[in-house]
């Protein structure tokens, strides 16, 4: 019978929870901020006895990530966490990860990059890894990064998928910040995700020797491993969707790729991802109060991109604002604005669509923010010229 | 196991092994190497005193050996590192620049 307490809690000890009740053999790890308590929490239920995990401290992400795939490799089920600056050391090992699909399962917190330094949250680090063959999470609330890395054990060790997942949270305004969620009983989440049973594993003496890390160049298969990714990575959606509603099931909380608030017949919607969705929908809520038709639309998978479900919420907005929490330099947008308008491209009808840059480096993103861009989003549909460019929302 | 790869050259994306992965071993064999070699080592018969010092060192197990005796080089393996050459305690073995005839031996 699967039971739920409510803790006040932060974010980061949510997900260290996850990953305790999760069981991972291994964990390699190396603190940042604003990461750094997932890990030293985690290390406490090592000490303590409490998970059963080699719990391999090293010198950097880089050995960090590497581990991991040593590990994963050896047929362990495996977790990590990282930041910022951590990720994007990381960087080589992201690839090699998802080239030998291996599910290993990162949070990240997500934080500016450097320079200038800055340790607050914004989307930099984690859409600067969008290509890496990751699959992609993102968690607006402390309880949906409780959730997703939960979620994640059974999305990256499916047999249709085997691919690596990133699920990520907010640096500070849900890392740290203490907020309600339930969590759910030991024995309950252990059966969810149940055993991990390798079929390549390093280190299983009872099949034939596996060798991982071969060379596929010149004139060999290395195309055709890319296909087979790809291939992965699409059959993932479906994964992530039933591993959502079998969740779902269990814990009453829903878990869909996209979540619409007020999209049935919103004319003007805001698409947003993390944390930010919350403000967009304080905003909805006074707005809709006052019968202007508004509505919010968040995306908690961003890798695989769900297209086809954006194209159907949006399809029926005259105005849609894309809020863009990193950049993409020289791009035409920041990278969720792209996506979303590559989305709307083969309908017939399609919404004026705006991307506003925003709270870059932890910049404050204040409900007086939203009213402005429900209230741009407002004149567009009455006829009010679509900015050229992209807006960058709230800078000086 | 055997890991049958004879028809690769045909296999479609989904039918390699995941992530590259070698789900066997012992077939290294398998994978022609020789290519990679410019230089090719040729035995002297009459120099050689059959020691089977070349076949020690051979860092490829190019070295074909029947009855305790040194018959031929496995072309297909050899990368014509000089090792058996260097290693050969009676000069019996010469590297030849590739691009000239194979002296029968395959
Ligand atoms: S050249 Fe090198 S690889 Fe070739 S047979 Fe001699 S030792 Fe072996
Ligand atoms: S090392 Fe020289 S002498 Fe000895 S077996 Fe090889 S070729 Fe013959």
Sequence with gaps: ??????????????????????????????????????????AKFVAQGRVHTEYVTVESEHSAMSACVGASAAGARVMTATSSQGLALMWEELHIASG?????????????????????????????????????????????????????????????????????????ITTHSIDRAQVMDDETVAAFVGDYHPDLALLDDTKPPVSHGNFAGLGGPYFEFKKAQRNA???????????????????????????????????????????????????????RAQGVRVGVLKVRVFRPFPFAEIADALGGCKAVAVLDRSESFGAEGGPLFLEVRSALYDRAERPAIVDYIYGLGGADVKLELMRRVFSDLSDIADGAEVPGRLVYLGAR | MSWDISKIDQWKAEDFPRGAAIPDAGNSRDYVT?????????????????????????????????????????????????????????????????????????
Excluded at chain 1, 25 to 41: F, G, H, L, R, S
Excluded at chain 1, 111 to 122: M, Q
Excluded at chain 2, 55 to 77: L, Q
Aim: hydrophobic letters at 40%; one cysteine or more; charged letters at 25%.
């Design chain 1, 100 to 172: 030998m699909r291996l599910p290993i399962v990162m949070a990240n917190a997500n934080r500016a990059l450097s320079a200038p330094i800055n340790i607050h949250c914004d989307h930099s680090d984690v859409m600067g890894a969008r290509d890496t063959g990751w699959i992609i999470l993102f968690a607006e609330t402390a309880q949906e990064a409780y959730d997703n890395t939960i979620m994640s054990v059974r999305i990256a060790e499916h047999p249709d998928v085997l691919l690596p997942v990133m699920t990520t949270l907010d640096g500070f």
């Design chain 2, 34 to 106: 020789g290519g990679w070699r410019s230089e090719r080592p040729e035995r002297d018969d009459d120099k050689c005193t059959q020691c089977l010092l070349c076949w020690i060192f051979c860092p490829d197990s190019a070295i074909n050996v029947a009855d305790e005796k040194v018959t031929t080089f496995n072309y297909d393996h050899c990368k014509g590192c000089g090792v058996c050459a260097t290693e050969c305690p009676f000069d019996a073995i010469t590297m030849v620049p590739e691009g000239c005839e194979l002296k029968g031996e395959k």
């Design chain 1, 233 to 287: 990575i699409d059959r993932s959606a479906a994964v992530i969707k039933s591993v959502g509603e079998e969740w779902s099931a269990i814990c009453e909380r829903p878990f869909g790729v996209i979540e619409g608030w007020g999209m049935e017949d919103a004319e003007l919607a805001i698409v947003a991802i993390g944390s930010t969705a919350g403000n967009a929908r304080h905003v909805a809520r006074e707005l």
């Design chain 1, 1 to 42: 019978m699967a039971t739920q307490k409510t803790l006040a809690a932060t974010g980061n000890v949510l997900v260290a929870e996850a990953m305790r009740q999760c069981a991972p053999d291994v964990m390699a790890a190396y603190p940042i901020t604003p990461q750094t308590t997932i890990v030293e929490e985690f």
